[in-house]
Nanobody
Framework: QVQLQESGGGLVQPGGSLRLTCTAS????????TAWFRQISGKERERVAC??????TGLYTASDRFTASADNAKNEVYLQMSSLIPEDTAVYYC??????????????????WGQGTQVTVSS
């Protein structure tokens, strides 16, 4: 059974940084596209980053303030966020698409999701 777990969220002041971690079990992240989405209350989930699988394409980040990376040995992916602004406040999710190694934009294509981690940017 595939399980994803996000960690690293929290309260940070504007201008600060956070690194989110997505840890997987039951699946090898390197085989699939792994994306980070965020959801602000009342709005649709928005893709903010994606790392393709080893045979895929489409490495993506929504902002130059965000960097996505992976540690295949640990079966983890990361989202490093810097220069955070209040508009980055959201629940952040990681998700994998087991049907294709390349990154896609639509949340509906992703098959497994973590429970999310809250990021709050506030002074």
């Amino acid at each position: 059974q595939v399980q994803l777990q996000e960690s690293g969220g929290g309260l940070v002041q504007p201008g600060g940084s956070l690194r989110l971690t997505c840890t997987a079990s039951g699946s090898t992240l390197a085989d699939y596209a792994t994306a980070w989405f965020r959801q602000i209350s009342g709005k649709e989930r928005e893709r903010v980053a994606c790392i393709p699988g080893s045979d895929g394409t489409g490495l993506y980040t929504a902002s130059d303030r965000f960097t996505a990376s992976a540690d295949n040995a640990k079966n983890e992916v990361y989202l490093q966020m810097s220069s955070l602004i209040p508009e980055d406040t959201a629940v952040y999710y990681c998700a994998i698409d087991i049907d294709r190694p390349s990154c896609t934009i639509r949340a509906g294509f992703y098959d497994y999701w973590g429970q999310g981690t809250q990021v709050t940017v506030s002074s």
